[in-house]
């Protein structure tokens, strides 16, 4: 079946460092693929997502390209900040009539002042 | 717009008690998805709800149900509460006549089972 994988963390950074997050995922068709944050005691945010190969997402200053040849969804942001401490899940849905969402364990990230 | 809401955002239970989760969409949205989280096994899909019709279910037992009312609000029931029941319950919402991939996320409803 589907299912993503995405690096362990947590990952510690220093704040102004380069984030990459990696994410690799398996489908049967060609899935959309997304990016959520979940900020401490708070449910899940979108933060970009990409519908087909090639497409890059974007958003508040992070991104992310569908990179079909090598199944790989990765996040990076060029300079981090202490706000940007979450939880990132990488995440996919088929599009079908199955609505449901598979996500990754998620990957906790620390910044440090 | 309003967001996704969820009620109550916290619930302490019983081992062997019942318990019925609250999940209001975005205006407009007509599908409704729950989800479990637990730092063990993550994030798992419940099931999803259109226009009042169950239209997936993931793989939780019998004791997890739930249901859509007509104005696309949902509830989720889980009796017989188990020790392993407590975790962040997640509701999420969506259109999917206009983009049926993106889902919306509540900020959930913390069970604890003693």
């Known amino acids: 079946g589907d299912s993503v994988t995405q690096m362990e963390g947590p990952v510690t950074l220093s704040e102004e460092a380069f984030l990459t997050i990696n994410c690799t995922y398996t489908?049967?068709?060609?899935?959309?693929l997304f990016w959520y944050v979940q900020y401490p005691g708070e449910g899940l945010q979108l933060l970009l997502k990409?519908?087909?190969?090639?497409d890059k997402g974007s958003n508040k200053g992070f991104e992310a390209t569908y990179r079909k040849e090598t199944t790989s969804f990765h996040l990076e942001k060029g300079s981090v900040q202490v706000s940007d401490s979450a939880v990132y899940f990488c995440?996919?849905?088929?599009?079908?009539?199955?609505?449901?969402?598979?996500f990754g364990k998620g990957t906790r990230l620390h910044i440090l002042p | 717009k309003a967001g996704v809401t969820q009620t109550p955002r916290y619930l302490i239970k019983t081992r062997g008690q019942q318990v019925t989760l609250s999940c209001s969409p975005i205006?407009?949205?007509?599908?409704v998805s729950w989800y479990q989280q637990t730092p063990g096994q993550g994030l798992q899909f419940l099931f999803e709800?259109?226009?009042?019709?169950?239209?997936n279910k993931g793989n939780f037992p019998g004791r997890f149900s739930g249901r859509q009312f007509s104005n696309s609000r949902s509830e989720m029931n889980v009796s017989t509460l188990e020790l392993g029941d407590s975790a962040l319950y997640l509701c999420?919402?969506?259109?999917?006549?206009?983009?049926?991939?993106?889902?919306?996320f509540g900020p959930g409803t913390r069970l604890l089972v003693l």
């Open positions: 999420a919402s969506s259109a999917p006549d206009r983009d049926p991939e993106t889902q919306y």
């Open positions: 995440a996919l849905s088929e599009g079908n009539r199955d609505d449901k969402i598979i």
């Open positions: 990409a519908t087909k190969a090639d």
């Open positions: 709800y259109f226009s009042e019709t169950q239209r």
């Open positions: 205006s407009g949205h007509r599908s």
């Open positions: 489908a049967t068709g060609y899935p959309s």
